[in-house]
């Protein structure tokens, strides 16, 4: 649900225009006239907020012989191939053998051993920051600051 709001504004007022007149017609006052703007501006807002906040996920994603990919999708797929599938060795960094870029793993496997276990416990097993402070015994600015570093590291990779 993409959201384009100059048009959907345009639309929205040119609506507004050709009931107010309707409203005029049927004998409605201008304060009465305004108050019914008022309550569909609202709802108008609404549905910009929900389709701004909201994207569709796609039904079925396209196969690999599709010439109709969008260019960011392929661009993404190319650059973060990643498969992801439980490991029944019961290893806790299974993730990082199952990376199929090649520069990906290299950028991980320079990664000290915190690093690595900072971001299995984040990305992978979903602790809160408060829970891996706990964790290595620091505080949870040290963590964010942890985690931003790691953030602004793999930015350079993407």
Not at 41 to 53: G, K, V
Not at 73 to 95: A, M, Q, T
Request: net charge negative.
């Amino acid at each position: 649900m993409a959201w384009n709001n100059g048009y959907e504004r345009k639309k929205f007022e040119a609506e507004q225009q050709r009931l107010a007149e309707e409203y005029r017609a049927a004998g409605m006052t201008e304060e009465q006239i305004e108050e019914m703007y008022q309550f569909d501006l609202a709802e108008f807002r609404s549905r910009r907020r929900f389709c701004e906040h909201n994207q569709q996920l796609p039904k079925d994603v396209p196969d690999q012989s599709s010439n109709d990919k969008l260019p960011l999708y392929e661009k993404f797929l190319d650059r973060l191939s990643v498969d992801i599938e439980l490991s029944d060795s019961g290893d806790r960094y299974w993730w990082v053998e199952e990376i199929d870029d090649p520069e990906l793993a290299r950028k991980i496997k320079k990664l000290s051993k915190e690093e690595i276990e900072l971001i299995t416990l984040y990305v992978f097993e979903h602790y809160t920051q408060v829970e891996i402070a706990e964790f290595f015994k620091v505080s949870n600015v040290a963590i964010f600051k942890r985690i931003e570093k790691l953030k602004k590291y793999f930015r350079k990779f993407c």
